[in-house]
T-cell receptor, first 115, second 112 residues
């Protein structure tokens, strides 16, 4: 079964600085990959997804991610952080197990943005 | 559009009590999921349903049962609650397995 690893449970950046959240996946076949965001006391919201089309994927709120097969990575970036970006971010991968495709999540990265 | 609706939003149980968490989606999706979220653990899959009448265990199924009686609804039952089941539970649905999932607002469960 496939899995994802998110490096860094907490990331802190200054407002206006680059945001880089790391995600590596394990998969023997080209996966579907996702980034979700969770604001306090809310459910998860899709930021962007990779489904084997373009390797650079653009999402909502200025975020983008690049699929790199050679590095088995799908890191999330944003050129300039806003205070409103403070939230928890989850990377997810499609995993085939028990005869079904399921969505499996990483442990999450909490992003703090400082003035 | 309501999307994915979970009830209740909050619940406190005593150890050994039972309860059912309800989830309904109005997007005509085939697949539905139950996850639990714990600090530092991310979301862990409890059970999955690919379609009406089918269910499959996820990463942490012990202590839980599920029921997918129709396409819209997927319920999660705790037969005898334990403090280790204190968590936030999320229901989600997707058009088919492994594709973009839409989430409910969560149920915060405390077992004392």
């Amino acid at each position: 079964a496939q899995s994802v690893t998110q490096l860094g449970s907490h990331v802190s950046v200054s407002e206006g600085a680059l945001v880089l959240l790391r995600c590596n996946y394990s998969s023997s076949v080209p996966p579907y990959l996702f980034w979700y965001v969770q604001y306090p006391n809310q459910g998860l919201q899709l930021l962007l997804k990779y489904t084997s089309a373009a390797t650079l994927v653009k999402g909502i709120n200025g975020f983008e991610a690049e699929f790199k097969k050679s590095e088995t990575s799908f890191h999330l970036t944003k050129p300039s952080a806003h205070m409103s970006d403070a939230a928890e971010y989850f990377c997810a991968v499609t995993s085939f197990s028990g005869g079904y495709n399921k969505l499996i999540f990483g442990a999450g990265t909490r992003l703090a943005v400082h003035p | 559009n309501a999307g994915v609706t979970q009830t209740p939003k909050f619940q406190v149980l005593k150890t050994g009590q039972s309860m059912t968490l309800q989830c309904a989606q109005d997007m005509n999706h085939n697949s539905m999921y139950w996850y639990r979220q714990d600090p530092g653990m991310g979301l862990r899959l409890i059970y999955y349903s690919a379609s009406e009448g089918t269910t499959d265990k996820g990463e942490v199924p012990n202590g839980y049962n599920v029921s997918r009686l129709n396409k819209r609804e997927f319920s999660l039952r705790l037969e005898s609650a334990a403090p280790s089941q204190t968590s936030v539970y999320f229901c989600a649905s997707s058009e088919r397995g492994g594709t973009e999932a839409f989430f409910g607002q969560g149920t915060r469960l405390t077992v004392v």
